[in-house]
């Protein structure tokens, strides 16, 4: 049985301070149903006359132990002006969305953030204090005309400490958003925020509308992960950029602002960190700043980078919320900041670091103190640090409108395609973060504090049966639907992200976990790429099937692969653009062969441009200097829109056809659909690069070759006839080769002379001459004699692609 889940409810006033001020109203949600759904205000005979405003508390936190830390962790000894007052932290500053009429506002709008809904836009505001009357944006189709008005909703929190401690200017205490519906797809909309209780009028801002479903124009997205401030200031620069340059909107896959790390300037180092902190006066109350601290960084990396007046980390867990939001208004005021969960978002901490400090200090209020062993619980943090409680609130996802549960799982279409956030945190068997259904035991319905973790969330959506079957989950059920639901004709193409990766050089137990839930759907389902972050490093894989073995036939050179619709996707590990944990490492660990190029050194993100309904491609961007650092290109071999029937039964043709030249093909030709406006291409060309997806023996031009592994080959022995298809300048439509394949056991008969080895090119990365950071996966060892590398005409202009299927 899963706990019932109480929600708060307030009804405020003009800027009423919400917790505790003895006008909240407490709801009991009995029942183990979504604890993300919030109850409507309700007039209460309590508040009486004061009803006004209808202000919706978070979803609130199981509260039956009480919190033993400090009234206001840390705080409490920080002085809250912007220079603070030289015995703590140096307060980070950014600059507010909307700047102050008068130099001592008693109310402000901090940030702004815009975000899709189905047929229209999400507008999210945030303020110290509330608003006295309903939020609301003035709006039309030209800056000059906004006649018509939106209203919205507000909703707060009882965030520790509250704003009433802070500069008004620098903190978000309630949080607004109005919903503007019912319009045209790709279109430019103005509005602006009218003033209300203090706050001064936006400026006149725009925002455009998605491209709907079935648009067949090329677009491009930024896609980032595990961004934080601390090292992310590359990647915040490029994706400036990138916004500026057209890119639609932003997918932000989990770790956000790393908030909780508000403490890592507060601990010594452990020796398992890949790097200490470097907190240059971070010491607690009355303490003294560690010697690991002066532990170096690593080359290259800059502790203060994103800090954007210097110092590393605020030590308050709400500021740091409050600064990353501020520092990216810049972007989220022009694209829509598309958000899902990461654990960094579950609560105020994760873990404790040597002599338990954190212990020490958040459950018995020892500042510097120790602990004789690490006992973090749930109760341990503040209650509006728990239970994503600020990622609930200091967002707005549509997942509502979409079948889902708020910002944790929603899917939306953007032209043609279609893009799916879930949750990797919460809501399946064997999440990382854990429900309380898993901490008890025996008869137990609820467990003591001590069989409970820090971390413990959720779960927010519903589950009709046990906990450990993924079916009775409310996602997997949406997901499901949601998948199955996806009209392939419109939206060729579907993307996948959560914040957990399946698979990755960097194995551990939750993406077992993960696959276990989700992988299936994805495969049955056809998704064509699945995204994620969690790892701080760039890692791209193969396309892999189920059991993660590689999809070798749909690889068709080291960075274009064929889409394989229920056999296989292809994975990107996508976790760089920052934050202050610094990248991961492989340390002693083995590169696996799935892994096609890992980059542990460069911090960036990634573009995503659908070209059309069969070609889409990937660039990771390096934040040092807007490089490319790798890329990828996914082709499919028909295109569904405007021809489809169905994708999986066209998908299957394929496969069929596929699987016969794959068994019996001395002469390989494979037959694919090809749409009218493709040119077939005959060819002869003196040389060609391609994949060998295994051991192999076979003839092209005047030569045979032997292949012992997996490795991609540049064939210079020509003239070699090739066969390719070209459409509209940049799709790949279908591919054949006329090559004569010797088995192995014709070689070994000596049927086949084996003659010169060629060249090689690693099965990953690019080559080193033209990439910083990347590393490549293992190397076929092979002699070359008189080798050369074609050069492939770039995607603009037309694809030279060989198929070979054996
Ligand atoms: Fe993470």
Known sequence: MLLPSPARTCELLFGCSPWPLGISLVVLVLGKRNRFSMKPASTSALLGALVAVTVEAAPTVDELYPYTGPKVPVGDWVDPTVKGNGKGFVRLVEPPAVKPASSNPTNNINVISISYVPSGINIHYQTPYGLGESPSVVWGSSASELSKTATGKTVTYGRTPSCSTAVTTQCSEFFHDVQITNLKPGTTYYYQIPAANGTTASDVLSFKT??????????????????????????????????????????????????????????????????????????????????????????????????????????????????????????????????LPGNHEASCAEFDGPGNVLTAYLNEDK???????????????PPSQRNFTAFQNRFRMPGDETGGVGNFWYSFDYGLAHFVSLDGETDYPNSPEWPFAKDVKGNQTHPFANQTYVTDSGPFGSVDGSYKDKTAYAQYQWLKKDLESVDRCKTPWVIAMSHRPFYSSQVSSYQAAIRAAFEDLMLENGVDLYLSGHIHWYERLLPLRSNGTIDEVSVINNNTYWTNPGVSMAHII?????????????????????????????????????HNATTLSWSYIHGSDGTEGDKLTLLKRS??????????????????????????????????????????????????????????VFTAGSSTYT??????????????????????????????????????????????????????????GASPATTTGGILAPTVPVSSSGYRVIALPSLSSVLLVLLLSW
């Open 210 to 339: 998605a491209n709907e479903a079935g648009d067949s124009s090329a677009f491009t997205i930024a896609v980032i992960n595990d961004m934080g401030y601390t090292n992310a200031a590359g990647t915040y620069k490029y994706l400036n950029e990138a916004i500026d340059g057209g890119a639609a909107f932003i997918w932000h896959g989990g770790d956000i602002s790393y908030a909780d790390d508000w403490y890592s300037g507060l601990l010594p180092c452990q020796s398992d960190w890949p790097v200490c902190y470097n907190g240059t006066s971070t010491q607690l109350p009355g303490g003294t700043v560690p010697k690991e601290y002066d532990t170096p960084l690593p080359s290259g990396e800059v502790p203060n980078q994103g800090g954007p007046q210097g110092g590393d980390m605020s030590v308050l867990y709400e500021s740091n919320w409050d600064l990353w939001q501020q520092w990216m208004n810049p972007i989220t005021l022009k694209a829509p900041h598309m958000v």
């Open 367 to 381: 500042a510097n103190g120790t602990a004789a062993k690490s006992s973090l619980t749930y109760y341990s943090c």
């Open 707 to 764: 292949v012992t592994e997996a490795t991609t080959l540049t064939i210079t022995d020509c003239p070699c006839t090739l066969t390719h298809t070209v459409s509209n300048g940049a799709t790949i439509t279908s591919e054949s080769l006329l090559v004569t394949v010797t088995t192995a056991a014709e070689s070994a008969a000596g049927s086949s002379v084996n003659t010169n080895w060629n060249t090689t090119v690693p099965t990953g």
């Open 639 to 696: 295109a569904s829109a405007g021809t489809c029937s169905s994708t999986s039964s066209s998908s299957a043709v394929v496969s069929s056809v596929l699987s016969t030249a794959t068994s019996t093909s001395a002469s390989i030709a494979v037959s694919v659909s090809v749409p009218s406006e493709a040119t077939t291409v005959t060819e002869v060309v003196t040389s060609y690069t391609t994949y060998c997806p295994g051991s192999t």
């Open 574 to 610: 996508n976790g760089a653009a920052g934050n202050i944990e610094s990248h991961s490492t492989l340390g002693s660990d083995p590169l696996l062969n799935i892994t096609t190029y890992l980059d542990q050194t460069n911090y960036g993100f990634g573009g995503l441009t659908v």
